[in-house]
């Protein structure tokens, strides 16, 4: 179950919406059943996007910021989630080592990792920062824009284990995503539990391995509520040899676009929508809303112009692109005072923790919202008058809009536990010892 | 950890406080670890009172009513942590028979009920009620104060199992104290999971067991932070064989009323506390704030008129009592609008999912608040301006002391848990077993 949050569509509900309200014992079972199966990733943010007829993920982050864009009233929700994580973990724990990102700079992001600290104190562990910037070479401080300090200290490696000066931890808990590469002094940790995993990060993970496991995670959904999976999955293709700035390799990408938009107008003559199909293709490792474009017309990748072409090369961390996702793009009809906006829920462990939304005033219902210019307006709990109960005539109360987006993000959560499974690179020698 | 709520005393913290702030991480390891060897009340609610120098819990209820009068921006708290519980007791569970008491009639309990059933719901169960009331034998509707109704049903036992018409549960969760004893239907369930346990129903409980069992419970905890157990025990003596009405016994009373007297009057000259002691006189089995008297001198045990012998007589369900537990008054100077106030925190699992102030106009620091008059103030999230951060300033923002009464009442809570232990009826044998 998930919070009450307040969201910017208030209209009456839609089937689909109906739906999975209507069934919430039987999909909050059905998820129990599946994390007594599946290890959910220990935290996640999903970008969603509800376009009325369809509702689903399009980007599953293992390394969620903005956590300081959560409304503090929601925090203690993600302090009983992390305390029911670190519990299955390492119960002993006294100290977690986290790990953020190098763009010290950012206030925005430091306030998150500022938020991340007080939530795992406040579960109950002494929390310090170690950086993976080999350039800080002491204890450094780092001022916050509400006029505390963060303090990020130089890793020290002790054969097996990664530690900081005169701190052990039991658990190391990465908020960077790798994508500069997995650096050496985080291979081969022994005796301690690295969350997420080194898979889960950029420099291994492909969001097409990801979509193809939500995609198995929607089809088995769709089967429990009786409906067609491609209401909450968007259709993807990929390419993996593509240069845009050599101009390579994109034919794969204009054949496949060619090919997901076709499939778009069947579905949508199906249902009777009218809509333009558009597509979207990104970094097949992409993150930080780099190396994405919105494709209206394959033939529009004929004419790509330079600042395109560059805009789609390099993602975070100057790192290359060649492997490109051709993605169903779902148009989003939400919208904060007129800018349009998309839902971004957070989770910890298995439990959704809270969410707000991107807003970018410049932007169409047709592009990517993560991009510079983008601003965040918190979810807040919905008044007491406002919450949904069941077994109420509809109308009685306001739908609680936000339990939806909250399945949709755990379902692509699920995927995410799905996802790192299949490409784990222990597990096939695990599954010959078990032989 | 524990949402930050508004609590009415908002002074300067006093040592007890600052030293149970400033050890927090080392609080929630303790827990956690004791959580590992000990299995938490399906869910409890602790009264607690805060006499600035002593900090106790007075009462541990294992059937707790009131979660209506938890914010509902508290739910989500307690679905998650509903959740959790669920997830331990019966993972496959579709199915959640909710057996309340039978005083249908009263509209603040059946306001209660509805929020279980709410809980339970969004946590992914089927919830249906069913009725220890012989009379009752067909659903019934009962009115709720909002326009809402609710249904009980009759209960339905076939072999080992408890169920409804049409609806066999997995777990069936008691909201009912069996004060008025085990009732058969209730005896040798073998298949399902009943809970709490029926020895922890006021048939066999008793408060001087629980208080036992607290004791140890505070003495670990005190030696963890390094102090004096009794700043958050309240001392206790029990007389097993007395009748108010009667007068026998009384004699028993005295002398133990005496003693605890001369232990707190110790204690005080001790610290340095400028207060008249006073005990607590209650029936051992009692509940709903019935058979329960302030004591200040044991002389005034002597003169008891015709009104106090009755009120002390009987208890809920008309139950006699033999059984007195005799307990150190711990005075509160909690306040709302000059009313004297004591908080009242809500678990599920092991998780605070909220609280509220008991409050009477009428009532004295010394006098037992859980009385007709009574009235209850939500306690509300603390605004966002008002979180503590650790590592700052003192002054800076303003203390969580609802974090204390967290921590307390989840002693309490680990006391129940101990209590439940040592009562259990079949832990003999599976000793034997072992052995």
Redesign the interface.
């Given at each position: 179950?998930?919070?009450?949050l307040i969201t910017a569509l208030n209209g009456p509900i839609n089937e689909l919406e109906a739906r999975i309200l209507d069934s919430?014992?039987?999909?909050?079972?059905w998820?129990?059943?599946e994390?007594?199966e599946h290890t959910p990733p220990f935290y996640t943010s999903v970008d969603i996007r509800n376009a009325g007829f369809k509702l689903a993920p399009v980007d599953t982050n293992l390394y969620p910021g903005g956590f300081n864009n959560l409304?503090?009233?929601m925090?203690?929700?993600a302090?009983?989630?992390a305390?029911?994580a670190?519990?299955k973990i390492c119960?002993?724990?006294?100290n977690l080592l986290l790990i953020p990102e190098k763009h010290t700079r950012n206030s925005f992001y430091l306030a998150n990792v500022a938020t991340l600290v007080?939530v795992f104190?406040?579960?109950?562990?002494?929390v310090r920062l170690g950086t993976l910037d080999e350039t800080i070479t002491a204890p450094t401080e780092l001022p916050l824009a509400d006029g505390?300090t963060l303090t990020v200290e130089p890793l020290v490696r002790k054969q097996g284990r990664v530690m900081l000066k005169d701190f052990d931890p039991c658990t190391i808990l990465l908020n960077n995503d790798l994508s500069a590469g997995i650096p050496n002094v985080l291979k081969n940790i022994e005796q301690q539990y690295l969350l997420p995993p080194l898979h889960a990060g950029w420099a291994v993970r492909r969001k097409s391995r990801h979509f193809a496991a939500y995609e198995e995670v929607a089809k088995k959904f769709a089967k429990l509520l009786g409906m067609d999976p491609w209401l909450i999955n968007p259709v993807f293709a990929q390419c993996g040899t593509v240069n845009f700035a050599e101009g390579t390799g994109i034919e794969c990408v204009k054949a496949n676009a060619d090919a997901v938009l076709a499939k778009i107008r069947r579905k949508y003559k199906d249902y009777g929508i009218n809509e333009k199909p558009f597509v979207i293709v990104k970094a097949d490792n992409g993150t930080y809303g780099m190396g994405i474009m919105t494709v209206r017309d394959p033939k529009e990748l004929d004419e790509l112009n330079r600042r395109t072409k560059n805009k789609m090369a390099v993602v975070k961390d100057g790192q290359q692109v060649n492997e490109v996702i051709i993605q169903e793009g779902v148009p989003t009809y939400e919208r904060i005072n007129d800018a349009v906006a998309e839902p971004v829920v957070y989770m910890m462990d298995r439990?959704v923790v809270g969410g707000f939304y991107r807003v970018h005033a410049d932007r169409g219902i047709d592009e990517n919202l993560n991009a510079p210019g983008a601003s965040f307006v918190p979810l807040a709990?919905a008044e007491?008058g406002n919450?949904a109960?069941?077994?109420?005539k509809p109308g009685a109360s306001a739908p609680n809009r936000f339990y939806m987006y909250g399945v949709i993000g755990r379902l692509a959560m699920l995927g995410a536990s799905y996802e790192l499974e299949q490409t784990d690179p222990n597990a096939e020698s695990l599954e010959v010892e078990s032989a």
């Open positions: 179950m998930v919070p009450h919430m014992p039987a999909i909050e079972r998820f129990r059943l994390w007594m409304t503090p009233q925090l203690p929700l302090v009983q989630a305390m029911a670190i519990e119960p002993e724990a006294k007080r104190h406040q579960a109950g562990l002494n505390g439990y709990f007491p919450l109960r069941p077994g109420e």
